[in-house]
């Protein structure tokens, strides 16, 4: 079946201006995660969702980024006047629950440069 | 607080050679460990995990045993193959988590040659 899919897959941005980033998870995945790729941090988580619970948002780096999902399926990352160090590969995961022991498929990524 | 640290990469490889990748980790009590590949151009796929002490993990060739008086979780391979060029993650899930927020190490590029 499908996996986990991303869009765009590359965006170039100036300084100061908004993105949305998507992600479409496996149908029928209740557990939805935001992570970011970037030279000299890693991998970090930013945000996850579960059903209708309330985000964890503890990984968000600024309150210039906010994330949402709409009707537990699809989520949209926004980043608002967006920075040079934001630049970096964005990552969804879904699963299907949200315990420890559910496995997290990937999404390609959305690779995300900011002039 | 938790944290991943693996061999800097990136290692270059004959095929059928030897392959080990270092992973070390600090984390209070017995997290879970596990090791993503992101192959070229694919999101990141589980390639092994374990969840307690002594534990193996294996899959596709590979193995990695969690130690847990060295805090390490190194990944092997036997005879390596060009198709397991790729970039490895390790990562672990702290012990308590109700949900898997993963923190992941640098990443580890690996390329074999025919």
């Known amino acids: 079946g499908a996996g986990v899919s991303q869009s765009p897959s590359n965006k170039v941005t100036e300084k100061g201006k908004d993105v949305e980033l998507r992600c479409d998870p496996i149908?029928?995945?209740?557990?939805l995660y935001w992570y970011r790729q970037s030279l000299g941090q890693g991998l970090e988580f930013l945000i996850y969702f579960q059903g209708n619970s309330a985000p964890d948002k503890s990984g968000l780096p600024s309150d210039r980024f906010s994330a949402e999902r709409t009707g537990g399926s699809v989520s949209t990352l926004t980043i608002q006047r967006t920075q040079q160090e934001d630049s970096a590969v964005y990552l969804c995961a879904s699963s299907f629950g949200g315990g420890t022991q559910e496995t997290q498929y990937f999404g390609p990524g959305t690779r995300l440069l900011v002039l | 607080g938790n944290s991943v640290t693996q061999m800097e990469g990136p290692v270059t490889l004959s095929e059928e050679a030897f392959l080990t990748i270092n992973c070390t980790y600090t984390a209070t009590g017995y997290p879970s460990l596990f090791w993503y590949v992101q192959y070229p151009g694919e999101g990141l796929q589980l390639l092994l995990k374990a969840t307690k002490a002594d534990d193996k993990g294996s899959n596709k060739g590979f193995e990695a045993t969690y130690r847990k008086e060295t805090t390490s979780f190194h990944l092997e391979k036997g005879s390596v193959q060009v198709s397991d060029s790729a970039v490895y993650f390790c990562a672990l899930l702290p012990i308590g988590t109700s949900y898997g927020k993963l923190t992941f190490g640098q990443g580890t590029i690996l390329t074999v040659h025919p």
């Open positions: 149908s029928g995945h209740t557990a």
